[in-house]
């Protein structure tokens, strides 16, 4: 097993990378077992860690915790009731229940806008 190279960085570190970190500090074996690592949470990340010989990303619980509550991270996003807006195109635009469904899974629902993107609410 390699030898640890590289020194994690200071808290708030710019331009860390965990991946980049595992590849520098184990060449021999970033290659045949890639590890997989938490997008956007670098600043949580705490160093390799191994489960039978097969390394692992190992990220600070409370770290996660504190970036994924950030104000700035948390977006409000619109939530529409599935079943409303069936309604309302049946009424508005005349559609048959069929119609409003095939509407919404092909124009609503597989639409991405962005981060910002709506979320349909289904009640089963």
Not at 20 to 47: C, H, N, R, W
Not at 65 to 86: C, G, N, S, W
Request: proline share 5%; hydrophobic share 40%; net charge negative.
């Amino acid at each position: 097993m390699a030898k640890r190279s590289q020194a994690l960085p200071e808290k708030g570190a710019k331009n860390f990378s965990a991946k980049k970190y595992y590849e520098e500090t184990y060449p021999d074996l970033s290659e045949e077992q890639p590890i997989l690592v938490m997008d956007g949470l670098d600043e949580a990340f705490i160093g390799v860690g191994f489960v039978f010989d097969k390394p692992h990303a190992v990220y600070d619980k409370e770290k996660l915790i504190e970036i994924l509550t950030e104000k700035k991270k948390m977006k409000p996003i619109a939530v529409y009731d599935r079943e409303r807006i069936i309604k309302v195109l049946m009424l508005r635009d005349e559609m048959t229940r069929e119609q409003a469904e095939e509407y919404i899974s092909f124009n609503i629902e597989g639409a991405y806008v962005g981060e910002l993107t709506p979320v349909i609410l289904e009640h089963r």
